[in-house]
């Protein structure tokens, strides 16, 4: 099995890349690491290593052309593999390499990560082979949610589904609605040193229907850091841009230090908040890995921010190297870590957490779920004990600091489960 | 304008359509094992033979094969045998009579000829009778070509089935589960018939469909309800006629929910739910699945007849509702 070569995501807003160079002619031999080709996209050109050692075959993407983020652009074969032609659903993609505005949204994933290959080629379902070939969605960039990465329907439609104009005032944080409906909404909050965008991957497995709003932190995203950070003033933010978007109500969601962010939210909210889904949540004890949020902000190369964010999951190349790279690139952009550098200061201060969002969860009536991963090393599991009775505790063996991304499908159900609950409990109530 | 309705149990309904059939057409008579005095070992024929006469409820002796060819033989006169096997199990005695003779004959004389036989038999597990008598074996006799096999599973469908059955000109094999047969549902007075090959939504939804035959179909209307708890909308399709399948009902419901989930009491290796799966797999509704289809089966065992393993042994509310879970959530 060929390794493939394929466009990665290299920057926030990418869409598209145009290929600079090739650095390996056709047939050319290659060392997993060396330089293979050049992306140029919209603000910068990227070097792009190989990710096996081998024979470049197939190349199809040229010099110039502008490609989707996700297509085949070529396959490096094994010293001893014997070459065999590109399967079906490779050749398609590669042979059409102009960027459909469907292909482009499909492939807006913050990780990008292709679908699982097994030795046939894709793993899709047959209905999400016919959307894509109905919406001209190349199904290569799509990320699987089904088992061993399948590419099931919502994958393909989901990808495509109008993501709302960025929303964005001067006072308030930028949020945007990543899932567009009526009805009772997710509320999603990240993590330390993450964007809304890092909850896309998450969007297949959560319950159809529901609209989903997400939100960049101060300090994080397209959101500047404005006034004093710490988890009341980001809980405000939050509160503010819902009420922005007329939403009083919703099902909140939160990862690491965005979970401590919801339940300090979920306090102001009163009846609003019709359930709280805590994903390895900050604030329920002092303990954190200091390590990783010093090295995290300090690293200013790849080289540096990879091992600290390969201790994010608990399969260290879960994340994958495109990651890394669209997070120092973002960095850049937002003129370096100095936002995220004042959180950390003010609410992770020397390894330490100096607030606690436990009353809020204890004092929460609606249905409450915190979820760990036993494996997590940045903040310890151990912290779920403790907490009201009625608080569900799910812990996932085998995933470290990111359940939402390791564990995704279980995730996702967890969270319809308390879409579930929260409304039935809305109606009673 | 449309007969009265009333409650009647699943045995009631198929004496009914028997007592109709016989008072209108004079060609018509039962045979079978204490069919008579005794009223069927399952109580479906009860006082018929007080109302027609022994010559047209006839005992006959513990001898399936040469009873089946007492029936053949006055289907192909023109007579009209309604034949109870006691049990499913037994056909395997009358196999010859059913497969080479009833099934054959119109075909191998030209069309000159043809079997207008009904065989009725009571099947399926539930009710400790073990390994020889529990047996659903639908998927043998749908496998040939000149028999027509259907499975009622609501008071209302046995009547009308095999009233239909009995006027079909060619020999159709009824399987009646046991469980069944004390069953209550709403039966119009008078004649109707139910199409033979016509399968039937018992529940529409929108996430899943469920495939299901004979008692099957009941299980998975409880799973259905449990699942709608959880916000999955399940569509239940009651297959009926089982040869000729009607794919065009469950195609049309797959390419609405885009999973399959088939579900019968029979061994699952091969049987009915093996043919659902591959005919909607060369459907047009194959590019509309989302999942692989799914079957639920009996266990590849002879039906056991301690309790606790013959339940084990067949599909169950719970593995209906979870099967449907892991086909509407992706996880399948």
Known sequence: ?429 | MTSPVRELSFAQAIQEALGLAMAADDRVFLMGEDIGVYGGAFQVTGDLVERFGADRVMDTPIAELGGAGVAVGAALTGMRPVFELQFSDFSTLAMEQIVNQAAKLRYMLGGSVSVPLVIRMPTGSGTGAAAQHSQSLEAWFAHVPGLKVVEPTTPHDAKGLLLAAIEDPDPVMIFEHKLLYKMKGPVPEGHYTVPLNKAEIRRAGKDVTVAAMGIMVSKALEAATKLAAEGIDAEVIDLRSLRPLDIGTVSASVVKTSRLLCVYEGVKTLGIGAEVSAAIAESEAFDHLDAPIMRLGGAETPIPYSPILEKAAVPQVDDIAEACRKLASGRA
């Open chain 1, 1 to 429: 099995m060929p390794t493939e070569v394929i466009l990665p995501r290299v920057d926030m807003d990418m869409e598209s890349g145009k290929i600079g160079k090739w650095y390996i002619a056709e047939g050319g031999q290659v060392e997993k690491g060396q330089l293979l080709f050049e992306i140029e996209t919209s603000k910068a050109a990227m070097e792009i290593e190989a990710s096996a050692s081998g024979v470049l075959r197939d190349v199809t993407g040229q010099q110039g052309d502008e490609v989707a983020v996700g297509t085949v652009i070529g396959r490096i074969f094994a010293k001893d593999e014997k070459y065999t032609p590109p399967a079906k659903a490779a050749h398609a993609a590669a042979a059409k390499p102009e960027v459909s505005a469907h292909t482009a949204k499909a492939a807006a994933s913050p990780v990008a990560a292709p679908a699982d290959h097994d030795a046939h080629g894709l793993r899709a379902t047959p209905k999400a082979r016919r959307l894509a070939r109905e919406m001209g969605v190349a199904l290569a960039g799509l990320q699987g949610t089904g088992p061993r990465g399948r590419i099931q329907a919502q994958d393909v439609s989901g990808s495509s589904k109008p993501s709302a104009a960025m929303v964005k005032d001067a006072a308030g944080i930028n949020r945007e609605w990543l899932v567009k409906g009526s009805g009772m909404p997710l509320v999603l909050i990240h993590g330390f040193g993450a964007d809304l965008n890092s909850w896309r991957p998450l969007l297949g497995s959560l319950p159809p229907d529901v609209p989903v709003f997400a939100v960049d932190l101060p300090g994080h995203g397209k959101s500047p850091l404005t006034g004093v950070p710490n988890i009341d003033t980001m809980a405000d933010a939050v509160a503010g841009a819902m009420a922005g978007e007329g939403v009083s109500s919703a099902h909140l969601v939160g990862h690491s230090l965005g979970g401590a962010v919801a339940a300090a939210l979920s306090a102001r909210l009163g009846a609003g908040a019709r359930s709280l889904t805590l994903i390895a949540p900050a604030g329920l004890g002092p303990g954190i890995n200091g390590a990783f949020v010093t090295g995290f902000l300090a690293a200013s190369s790849e080289a540096a921010l990879a091992p600290w964010m390969a201790l994010l999951t608990a399969n260290a190349e879960a994340l994958g190297p495109a990651l890394v790279k669209t997070t120092l690139r973002q960095r850049k952009d937002m003129g370096g870590a100095a936002g995220q550098a004042a959180v950390a200061a003010a609410v992770f201060p020397e390894g330490t957490q100096t607030f606690s969002v436990r009353k809020h969860i204890d004092a929460f009536a609606g249905p409450t779920k915190v979820i760990f991963g036993l494996e997590d090393q940045v903040i310890p599991p151990s912290h779920a004990k403790g907490l009201a009775g009625t608080a569900g505790v799910h812990l996932f063996a085998g995933v470290g600091h990111m359940p939402q991304l390791e564990a995704r499908a279980a995730v996702g159900r967890l969270i319809a489960e308390q879409v579930a609950a929260g409304s039935r409990a809305g109606r009673n109530g």
